[in-house]
Structure formats: structure tokens, C-alpha cells
């Protein structure tokens, strides 16, 4: 759908430097823009690109000025970027209703809103909120509630007891609310622990495609509001991660680990259990932490450890070949002193 220039500025806060009565088609990236394109430009480089371009306009940053295209100035060029792709590519929209192949249990409560796609399956008691999505092949176990605007992508299973906040959006194949990982040595046999608690996602959470939340063994895993989680994610048994954290891929977090909010984990990084995370810490990728992190703190490692002092380290490891050849050409040195000194 096409849209003015002023249109596009009232809609991401900026304001038009230029033909306010342009039309623009589509937003693309420069190098693929055509006329009637909106392009964006969040620093020099991309803005000198962007003027090379066939674009009609581009979103920069208010320091920004041009002879040749349309600008929509705004503060922030990345932010009003991502606002203009849901102006251009909204959100599909799903039909009020349950599918006919749908299975949905006589006691569950489904708001007229809401929408049940083909081959769900809905469990006793089940409590889905006003327009919310199960899209299709979605399985939603006994007593589990859905706030409003939920959107479960395709295939994405959700275990009994599971509690899910306002407007959160959990992507295909992802498992929530799984058998904690629990075992105790039983006489050389590996005796299951019955895993008896839920999972608990607060409001304006995402989870990727392929992910993992196991349930608590006593009490509730919990994903706090406003959490972003990446694909391919496993998060253990009673874990409680804070408001606002990025959990990126192939993140592994024990259980009963707590991370505080606005916590970043990089990709790969694996937490031992039974950890406490503080807030605002930052873990940098394929890192191993094994303490306890204090809040604000940037870690890297295996085992991971405060970033200025393990860089330190790299420093002396790469420095080390240096010193070990100045080291045996003192040996060297001294030992032939040494006899030098024995024939006198």
C-alpha cells in the first residue's frame, strides 16, 4: 500500500525535508531501491549509499541533509526504520473462529475473538484471551491460560499449567512447559523426579522457532515481561529470567539459575545452575559462566570472567611465544656464563 511522505513522518515522528506529496511504494535496502522507494540511512555510509541510489526518499538521522532525495529526519534512524516496516508490512490478520479440524475441549473458555486454527488441540479448561492465534497444528495442555493477543505460531506445544501474559508471539516448534531435565542415583539407576511445576511468560514476550522452556520440578520457570528469546534456546527448570533480557541462540541456562533484568546473553553461551545473575549484565558469546555475576558487569570466557581482566589474559597468551624465545636465549645466556665461569 502506498503512502505519502508526511503520511510516513506523522507515522515514525519525524518530519519531510522536501516533496511532503511524494508517493512511496515500498521501503528497500539501497542497494536493491527503486523510484518510489523508501530507503534508510542510519550512518555516513549508508546515507552516501543511499544517495546513490534510485530511492525517492530516505529515513536519516536529523544531521543529515541532501540536494538529491527526500528526507525524513528523525532522531533515530534504526527506530523509525523498524516503524515504517510494520506501516508497509503489517501483521497478518486471522478470521474470528474455530477451524472444523480444531479439537477444543467442552470446558475450555475461548474468546469469541480469538482465533483456532486447523488440527489445534485445546485442553480442559483451557482460558484463551481476545484475539488470540493458535495458528495451526498448535496443542495448548489442561488449565493453561492465554492472555489477550497471543500469537502461537505453527506447531508450538504448550504443556498443562502454562500461563502466558499480553500480546506475546512464540514462533514455530518451540516446547513450553516440558519435564525439567530432574534425575536422583537410585542403586545405579537414574530415578526420575516428577517435575510438577509451570512456566509463567509475562506480557510482550517472543520466543524463537525451536525452542525450550522446561517446567519447574517444584513452583514456576518464569520468563519476565518484555524478554526477547532467540531460536534454539534451552532454558532448564526453574529459571527465572528478569524484565527485558535478550536471550540470543543457542543460549543454555541450568536450572534454578536466576538472571536479574536486562540481561544480554550472546550466542552460545552456556550458565551453570543454581547461579544468580545480576541485572543489567552483558555475557559475551560461547562464554561458560560458573559464578555468580554481579549486576553491570561484562563477562567473557570459559570460565568467564570479568571482560578487562580476561583480556588481559589473551594479551599475555598472544605475547607469550615472544617471551618464552627471550626466555631461552637468557638460559641460553647464562648458561654459557655459567661454564665460562667454572674453567677460571
Excluded at 498448535?138 to 504448550?158: C, E, H, I
Excluded at 571482560?307 to 631461552?328: G, M, N, S, W, Y
Aim: glycine share 12%; with cysteine; charged share 20%.
Amino acid at each position: 500500500m502506498p503512502f505519502t511522505a508526511a503520511e510516513i513522518a506523522q507515522h515514525v515522528g519525524g518530519e519531510v525535508v522536501g516533496d511532503k506529496n511524494a508517493i512511496l511504494n515500498n521501503i528497500a535496502p539501497a542497494e536493491s531501491a527503486q523510484a518510489g522507494d523508501l530507503t534508510f540511512a542510519e550512518n555516513e555510509d549508508y546515507f552516501a549509499r543511499a544517495e546513490e541510489s534510485a530511492a525517492t526518499a530516505v529515513i536519516a538521522e536529523e544531521r543529515f541533509k541532501s540536494t538529491r532525495k527526500i528526507l525524513i529526519r528523525v532522531p533515530n534512524a534504526r527506530i523509525a526504520f523498524a516503524k515504517a516496516m510494520a506501516l508497509f508490512f503489517p501483521e497478518r490478520t486471522y478470521a474470528a473462529g474455530k477451524h472444523p479440524t480444531a479439537v477444543v475441549a467442552a470446558s475450555a473458555r475461548i474468546d469469541p475473538t480469538a482465533h483456532i486454527g486447523p488440527h489445534c488441540v485445546v485442553g480442559e479448561r483451557v482460558k484463551v484471551g481476545a484475539r488470540s492465534v493458535l495458528q495451526g497444528g498448535n496443542f495448548v495442555g489442561d488449565d493453561s491460560k492465554l492472555a489477550d493477543d497471543v500469537n502461537l505460531f505453527p506447531n508450538v506445544t504448550v504443556y498443562p499449567r502454562t500461563e502466558i501474559g499480553r500480546r506475546v508471539r512464540i514462533h514455530a516448534n518451540t516446547v513450553v512447559g516440558s519435564d525439567g531435565f530432574g534425575y536422583v542415583q537410585d542403586g545405579g539407576v537414574h530415578r526420575k523426579v516428577p517435575q510438577i511445576g509451570n512456566v509463567i511468560i509475562g506480557d510482550d514476550v517472543e520466543i524463537g522457532a525451536g525452542v525450550t522452556i522446561d517446567r519447574g520440578a517444584l513452583g514456576s520457570t518464569v520468563i519476565g515481561k518484555g524478554t526477547k528469546i532467540d531460536n534454539l534456546v534451552q532454558i532448564a527448570h526453574n529459571v527465572e529470567i528478569g524484565e527485558g533480557s535478550i536471550i540470543v541462540a543457542q543460549v543454555g541456562i541450568s536450572g534454578s539459575t536466576r538472571l536479574g533484568k536486562y540481561v544480554i546473553l550472546a550466542g552460545q553461551v552456556g550458565i551453570a545452575g543454581h547461579l544468580q545473575i545480576g541485572n543489567q549484565v552483558t555475557v559475551a558469546a560461547k562464554s561458560g559462566v560458573m559464578n555468580n555475576i554481579p549486576d553491570g558487569g561484562k563477562w567473557l570466557g570459559v570460565p568467564a570472567q570479568p571482560d578487562r581482566q580476561f583480556k588481559r589474559q589473551v594479551i599475555a597468551i598472544q605475547h607469550l611465544p615472544e617471551l618464552l624465545k627471550r626466555v631461552a636465549e637468557l638460559e641460553k645466556k647464562l648458561g654459557g656464563k655459567a661454564k665460562g665461569d667454572s674453567k677460571e
